[in-house]
T-cell receptor, first 111, second 112 residues
Framework: SQKIEQNSEALNIQEGKTATLTCNYTNYSPAYLQWYRQDPGRGPVFLLLIRENEKEKRKERLKVTFDTTLKQSLFHITASQPADSATYLCALDVDTDKLIFGTGTRLQVFP | NAGVTQTPKFRILKIGQSMTLQCTQDMNHNYMYWYRQDPGMGLKLIYYSVGAGITDKGEVPNGYNVSRSTTEDFPLRLELAAPSQTSVYFC???????????FGPGTRLTVL
């Protein structure tokens, strides 16, 4: 069956450092991959989408890579700030209509 | 634009009771979704709709029903509440020309 894995352990980093989150998947060939941010008590908010023919995508301090051979995406936040503390979810398209979500990784940026 | 709105924000039900979770979007999106999120389990798709009058089952549809009589509204019905349905429920919508989903603020449901 299709499976998406994100590190369930929280990632704790110091302000100013680069945070790197991982999303691995199996039994799957997605056309694209998305990253969402979720704050406690709120719904997920879309951050970035990267397609299968793209290696890297950037938006301000965010960078996403997509390796379809390794079946892995990396999500980077450079110059991290305490306000970046949240849970980050990756999602893959199951078909043209639906997404499947990972369990998310909680990021904590401390001053 | 209000985006995606959900009501109620919180609800406590007794076993066997029924209720409807409301979801409305004002973005004229064709696609709408219902997810549940349990602690540490990620988002699981319950039902979805690709347009008014069309609904389909997701990964965990048992115990739920939906309808889509208008483009704006996509209510989720629980007929006989069970403790296993204790969760946070999120509604989302997507336009036909985009792959991005927009989520509502969620409804926290407890079944005792």
């Amino acid at each position: 069956s299709q499976k998406i894995e994100q590190n369930s352990e929280a990632l704790n980093i110091q302000e100013g450092k680069t945070a790197t989150l991982t999303c691995n998947y199996t039994n799957y060939s997605p056309a694209y991959l998305q990253w969402y941010r979720q704050d406690p008590g709120r719904g997920p908010v879309f951050l970035l989408l990267i397609r299968e023919n793209e290696k890297e995508k950037r938006k301000e301090r965010l960078k996403v890579t997509f390796d379809t051979t390794l079946k892995q995406s990396l999500f980077h936040i450079t110059a991290s700030q305490p306000a970046d503390s949240a849970t980050y979810l990756c999602a893959l398209d199951v078909d043209t209509d639906k997404l499947i979500f990972g369990t998310g990784t909680r990021l904590q940026v401390f001053p | 634009n209000a985006g995606v709105t959900q009501t109620p924000k919180f609800r406590i039900l007794k076993i066997g009771q029924s209720m409807t979770l409301q979801c409305t979007q004002d973005m004229n999106h064709n696609y709408m979704y219902w997810y549940r999120q349990d602690p540490g389990m990620g988002l699981k798709l319950i039902y979805y709709s690709v347009g008014a009058g069309i609904t389909d089952k997701g990964e965990v549809p048992n115990g739920y029903n939906v309808s889509r009589s208008t483009t704006e509204d996509f209510p989720l019905r629980l007929e006989l509440a069970a403790p296993s349905q204790t969760s946070v429920y999120f509604c989302a919508s997507r336009g036909r020309a985009t792959d991005t989903q927009y989520f509502g603020p969620g409804t926290r449901l407890t079944v005792l």
